[in-house]
């Protein structure tokens, strides 16, 4: 089980690992709040929750030669929930990235592609599953206080099982999803030590929402199964959506080798079936580099 206590322990244990086998190079700690935590448009299903998050990540990279290099990198992290534990998780995830830069100096253009694995291993084992992602983000630097990023990516997702069926003609796997999106974000340096952060995106593909019982939803579903994890008589519903994605952040540098940093995040989704729902997200994250 995946709780609070277990996450502050891992929390003090992490920079002893570091410290004495280099097996860390970096830490995270992150507190959550989301005020629509199971993505319903209806004021009765709306819920909210905060959320606990501890990663750590280590890798490593090779110059391939003076404008290509590779890196390999390995995170995991743990999730608890305060008030729903059902969506407590445990994450591990590899990632392999190839950075080309176009030219020589610090304001020369950056294109770096990604793909990813993660496994996910969740309380409610209907969640339990496969995340693979690959993307595309083109860097480029502007001043010494700002640069740009531009960005196209998909996510594909697989759970391990399918929820019991409401409906024999209905499909049951929610959980199995797939999305596209385009992202475009900046950092602006606004002292030494502190760094603003803003980035928007646009995704086209399928989101999942829990609510009671619901006519419109149902009708406009791929897929449907029961989610206890909200309560009794909640369904989860895979839905169809453009979702807008709106992030901003602000970050300061602690000494040489951390930083805090406080992020909003707005989700607005609208649905195939004139279905929409609004999300609003705070983090305050902490980072310790080894």
């Known amino acids: 089980m995946i709780r609070i206590r277990t996450l502050l322990l891992a929390v003090w244990g992490m920079p002893y690992l570091s410290a004495h086998a280099g097996l860390v190079d ?28 501890v990663s750590a990540d280590t890798g490593a990279g090779y110059q391939v030669s003076g404008s290509d290099r590779l890196k390999l990198s390995f995170e995991l992290s743990a999730s608890a929930f305060r008030r729903y534990d059902g969506l407590d998780h445990v994450a591990a995830r590899v990632t392999l990235t190839h950075r080309h830069k176009f030219g020589l100096g610090a304001y020369a253009p950056a294109l770096a592609l990604a793909v990813s694995a993660s496994r996910l291993i969740y309380r409610d084992s209907a969640r339990t599953g496969w995340q693979y992602e690959a993307g595309a ?15 196209y990516g998909f996510q594909l997702r697989r759970s391990d099982e399918a929820g019991d069926r409401v409906l024999p003609r209905i499909a049951a796997d929610v959980f199995d999803t797939s999305s596209r999106h385009l992202r ?10 502190y760094l ?4 928007y995106a646009i995704h086209k593909g399928d989101i999942v929402s829990t609510t009671l019982r619901n006519l419109p939803i149902f009708l406009a579903s791929d897929a449907i199964a029961p989610d206890e994890v909200f309560g009794p008589d909640r369904f989860a519903y895979t839905l169809t959506a ?35 729902y609004r999300s609003n997200l705070l983090r305050a994250t902490y980072l310790q580099r080894f």
């Not at 819920?47 to 998050?53: A, E, F």
């Not at 603003?196 to 980035?199: E, H, I, Q």
């Not at 901003?248 to 929409?276: F, H, K, V």
């Open 137 to 151: 983000t083109l860097h480029k630097r502007f001043s010494p206080r700002l640069d740009l990023q531009a960005g």
């Open 26 to 53: 970096q830490l995270g700690v992150e507190l959550r709040l989301d005020d629509n935590l199971a993505r319903a448009e209806l004021d009765r299903d709306i819920t909210s929750d905060s959320t606990l998050v």
């Open 242 to 276: 453009m979702t807008r994605d709106l992030q901003l952040s602000l970050s300061r540098l602690i000494g040489g080798d951390a930083s805090m940093t406080l992020g909003y995040q707005l989700i607005d989704s609208n649905a195939e079936g004139g279905i929409a």
């Open 196 to 199: 603003l952060g803003a980035s």
């Open 184 to 193: 475009l974000g900046l950092n602006a340096m606004l002292t030494p030590r």
